[in-house]
């Protein structure tokens, strides 16, 4: 018997050292771990002891005697990944990091931002010094996209934060929610108050189409959509149209198909989660029958990872819908899917699509349909969406690489509804360097780089502001390890500032600018609010969905 990696992977690789035969693929060394849609163990080395159990913090390892039917798969897709790539040893010397010596005293670093970057950054830096951190959020609660964009129906997914919960529970780290850097305190207030600032923002905004029609009412970002399904403060009030039959979905990521779950899928079922209770409410009055999911790509390139595609398979009163025709390949999609060395999971999602291609359907049945090399050309309607047209595409090589190229055929679909899913970007941070066209802060391992190329003292990025809009939740732990080992090692060598205001000051300060200031123990008044009220209703929590109501139960 042996232990099986499933969907849920958040790719933080918390297991590969805690595995005793080193039988868990691939490591944060290898050159496939930037790509690898989840880790792998092989099940011809593992000994069945249950270590990488405890240590995956998203409860994404199962006995392969326990596997349920949705995930029974996964023990195939293990398995394949090793016949790809044969296990080899891989038992170098584990190096324990460097610690900053203790006569530096005490290390003191603000985090901006309260999302999986932020919280990895933390507990790294919590692990590796004698430290005191500060973390800020302009939220009145922590976890960023955890909370806030992992669908209510993966609730596997979001248990990351109680990794994050146990390793906060020292007063060695303080929150300062719903306090906005920028606002109640300065870039310039967080370096005198700390040796270093460490900036996990995130990407915030979305890409836009650039077509006819994009900003009509009927026309969101997908990006709205999740946060107003998952009870973001700033999203609460938005409306979106479900009174159509159709909602069309402009590109294929996991988001994407996140959307489109949550709008096909009983709203009996959603109601086990912590979606919020204004969306459930809309989703029962929803009319959509059938979203169409719109990539400007082939099924190969399609941006969605096959633990997702599958997951799909499992959807009761679902049907998944591909048209045969959208599967044959061109000679470049043919050529890397015979490649000898192709990843298992390449080869996942063109026989998932083939298999929904083949599928059955039940006209009582809603639908999710699948089209593929179609880019939209111009959304049209009176005074609202009506109709998205697109073009067809073809994939052409350039540079060794297959892009999408329009070809003259067109064609178009109704639809009342339109959520654009083509990607987030980061927005400029004041006060510091901004790269306009990669939307990050430009810098190096992590230090942040001024306008002549050189670190900027004690100014550090973790996360998406960083690296741009790639990766999974856990990808932001070995991203957030390279930063605080950059942060440390300046310490060390004493290239930071020493800090001019202690702790009590820096409470004072931002304690008088914000009178409603979350802390620690408001956040934890918030979160047994809302675990209470969950409780109640049988739902792993009610969420408040105000900034009033959030701040009226952190006062208890």
């Not at 490649?339 to 599928?359: C, I, M, R």
């Not at 006209?363 to 049209?380: D, K, M």
């Not at 400029?428 to 790269?435: V, W």
Request: proline share 6%.
């Amino acid at each position: 018997m042996a232990y099986v990696i499933t969907q849920r992977c958040c790719n933080d690789a918390s297991c590969v050292s805690e595995c005793p035969v080193d039988c868990i693929r691939p490591t944060p060394d290898q050159p496939e771990f930037a790509t690898t849609e989840m880790l792998y163990i092989d099940p011809d080395t593992c000994i069945d002891c249950g270590a990488c159990v405890d240590a995956c913090p998203v409860e994404a390892i199962f006995s392969e005697d326990d596997l349920t039917a949705s995930l029974a798969r996964y023990r195939d897709i293990n398995a394949a990944y090793f016949q790809r790539h044969p296990l080899e040893s891989n038992f170098d010397p584990i190096v324990t990091p460097a610690r900053p010596p203790k006569d530096l005293g005490t290390l003191r670093v603000a985090i901006v931002g309260a999302g999986p970057a932020a919280c990895y950054a933390a507990d790294e830096l919590l692990r590796r010094a004698d430290v005191e951190v500060e973390m800020f959020d302009r939220l009145p609660t922590p976890w960023g996209l955890v909370r806030a964009g992992v669908a209510p129906d993966h609730p596997g997914t979001k248990t990351v934060s109680g990794l994050f919960e146990s390793a906060f529970r020292r007063e060695t780290l303080q929150y300062y929610l719903n306090v906005e850097v920028g606002t109640h305190i300065t870039h310039e207030e967080l370096l005198a108050h700390h040796h270093a600032v460490i900036y996990a923002v995130g990407a915030a905004t979305d890409r836009h189409m650039g077509v006819p029609g994009e900003n009509l009412p009927g026309s969101h970002s997908a990006t709205e959509f999740v946060a107003w399904y998952n009870g973001h403060p700033d999203y609460a009030d938005r409306q979106f149209d479900l009174s159509g039959e159709r909602a069309v979905i402009v590109g294929n990521g996991n988001v994407a198909l996140d959307v489109a779950r949550v709008l096909t899928v009983d709203p009996d079922e959603l109601a086990k989660t912590d979606i919020a209770d204004y969306a459930l409410d809309a989703l029962r009055r929803s009319n959509i029958r059938e979203v169409v999911v719109l990539g400007r790509r082939g099924p190969l390139q399609a941006a969605y990872t096959s633990s997702e595609f599958l997951a799909l398979a499992h959807l009761k009163g679902v049907d998944i819908v591909v048209d045969e025709a959208d599967l044959a390949l061109d000679a470049g999609s043919q050529a890397l899917l015979d490649d000898p060395k192709v990843e298992p999971s390449l080869q996942l999602k063109y026989t998932l699509a083939k298999e929904y291609a083949a599928g059955r359907r039940d006209p009582a049945n809603r639908r999710i349909v699948f089209r593929y090399l179609g880019s939209p050309t111009a959304l049209t309607g009176a005074e609202h969406v009506e109709t998205v047209e697109f073009v067809h595409n073809e994939l052409v090589d350039e540079g060794g690489r297959l892009v999408a190229r329009a070809t003259e055929r067109t064609d178009s679909v109704d639809a009342s509804l339109v959520l654009r899913s083509i990607g987030y970007k980061g927005e400029p941070i004041k006060d510091l360097p901004f790269d306009e066209r990669r939307a990050v802060v430009p810098n190096e391992h992590g230090r942040v780089l001024g306008d002549d190329g050189i670190p900027i003292p004690g100014v550090y990025v973790s996360g998406w502001i960083k690296r741009g809009p790639r990766g999974v939740i856990g990808s932001n732990r070995i991203d957030s390890e390279e930063t605080v080992e950059q942060l440390i090692s300046d310490f060390t060598a004493g290239k930071l500032g020493v800090p001019q205001g202690d702790r009590a000051a820096l409470k004072a300060l931002v304690s008088e600018r914000q009178a409603d200031l979350v802390d620690r123990q408001g956040w934890k008044a918030i979160d047994l609010a809302e675990k209470s009220a969950g409780k109640a209703a049988g739902r792993p929590r009610v969420k408040f969905t105000s900034r009033e109501d959030l701040i009226k139960a952190a006062r208890g």
